[in-house]
């Protein structure tokens, strides 16, 4: 149980051009989903909070209208990298929290994103 | 988040127990002690937490010193799949809150 999908798992794509990353909470509803970014040799670092039907909330230095995050169903969470520039390939990562049970984060396996 | 502070490597040889300490002088009495791995390349993956109480599940045991500033997480019987980062987060337990992810423990496992 607990499983928490990404898609895709690494995307290649060309500076300027726009990527949407998809997160799924499979056997479980979640309110609360997270994003994360983790550079090479790194730990990750959160981008933003997603709660369903309602807009994400951002840390501090990560800019909201470059990264665009739609939390639309308890399910599924949306990232869209808008304008990709090399500086924006990462490991990006979601979690999510399930409505009942055990209160943790479980994470997905991760986007990788290499922008060219 | 209280501040967490753990070794940054370790090794272990296979076969062995593992036993990664977290010191977290800082926390809060509502506070909970969660530790996460993540293999190379791949998202974290949870592994147990505790408040007060020592708490053992099917991949860990997780002891908790009673005035609580430390703990050690014990792989009792590792094997070469449990090389990865552990991470030791101190966090409440609403299940919404945003965790902070430092550095942590390098742990490999020698053959």
């Known amino acids: 149980g607990a499983v928490v999908s990404q898609h895709p798992s690494w995307v290649i794509c060309k500076s300027g051009t726009s990527v949407k990353i998809e997160c799924r909470s499979l056997d479980f509803q979640a309110t609360t989903m997270f994003w994360y970014r983790q550079f090479p040799k790194q730990s990750l670092m959160l981008m933003a909070t997603?709660?369903?039907?309602?807009?994400?909330?951002?840390e501090q230095g990560v800019e909201k209208d470059k990264f665009l995050i739609n939390h639309a169903s308890l399910t599924l969470s949306t990232l869209t990298v808008t304008s990709a520039h090399p500086e924006d390939s990462s490991f990006y990562i979601c979690s999510a929290t399930p409505l009942t049970g055990v209160k943790t984060q479980y994470f997905g396996p991760g986007t990788r994103l290499l922008v060219l | 988040d209280a501040k967490t502070t753990q070794p940054t490597s370790m090794d272990c040889a296979e076969g062995r127990a593992a036993n990664l300490p977290c010191n977290h002088s800082?926390?809060?009495?509502?506070?909970?002690v969660y530790w996460y791995r993540q293999i190379h390349s791949q998202g974290p993956q949870y592994i147990i937490h505790?408040?007060?109480n020592n708490e053992t599940n099917e991949m860990a045991s997780l002891i908790i010193t009673e005035d609580r500033k430390s703990s050690t997480l014990i792989l009792p019987h590792a094997t070469l799949r449990d090389t990865a980062v552990y991470y030791c987060?101190?966090?409440?337990?609403?299940?919404?809150?945003?965790?902070?992810f430092g550095t942590g423990t390098r742990l490999t496992i020698i053959p």
């Open positions: 987060i101190s966090t409440l337990n609403f299940g919404n809150e945003k965790l902070t």
């Open positions: 505790g408040l007060k």
């Open positions: 997603s709660n369903e039907g309602s807009k994400a909330t951002y």
């Open positions: 800082t926390i809060s009495g509502n506070e909970y």
